[in-house]
């Protein structure tokens, strides 16, 4: 192999819901490091989304928390068509897991479901969410800070 990051020693990226939609729109909050390493691995199909964030997505602008210029279902379907980009289904080994956490951590269901997909897949969660960054520094689970 010449020049560039060795695929094998690369991690899977799981993108939180929040990072999906910066990486997506070039949005100033996606750090550098966290932009790069989401480049890099998409060009080895290494990004993840999770199954979960195409509903958190919905309901974000159902509330009209983020606004989205065109159809939803549109948009998500584009976005997973990325090269490099792959949805992880919501298998029930993840569904179940996000019920029985080995720690304590807050109810939220898209959460809970990110962190088991990480765990389940042995994949890195890339998020701002300082609550997530907090457990994964506890060693629950790998994490890159997206604002990095």
Known sequence: MTG???????????????????????????GEVAAESILGACRNDFVLVSAITPWEIGLLVSKKRIEIFRDVTEWILEVLATPGVRLVPLEPEIAVASTRLPFEMHPDPADRILVATARHLGATLVT?????????????????????
């Open 128 to 148: 701002a969410d300082s609550v997530l960054l907090e457990l994964a520094v506890k060693g629950h689970f790998r994490a890159l800070d997206a604002t990095k």
């Open 4 to 30: 560039g990051a060795d695929p094998a020693r690369m991690p899977l990226l799981l993108l939180d819901t929040h990072t999906l939609i910066w990486f997506m729109f070039g949005d100033g909050r996606l």
